[in-house]
């Protein structure tokens, strides 16, 4: 374990966090696509609550 630890060191590049792209941003804020993915997983659930009842 020892081998491992000394080869990773922290804070290196490898290890830094992905940058979301445009597209991506437009849809966490876009009001209208969080409606639509609110009604659709809303029916899943409603599908899995009827099939265990």
């Known amino acids: ?4 630890e000394d080869r990773v060191k922290p804070y290196d590049q490898n290890f ?4 979301p792209t445009g597209f991506v941003k437009f849809f966490r804020t876009c009001l209208i696509w ?3 993915r609110f009604v659709f997983i809303n029916i899943k659930m409603i599908i899995v609550v009827q099939k265990s009842h």
């Open 1 to 4: 374990m020892n081998q491992i």
């Open 16 to 19: 830094t966090t992905m940058v």
């Open 34 to 36: 969080q409606a639509i």
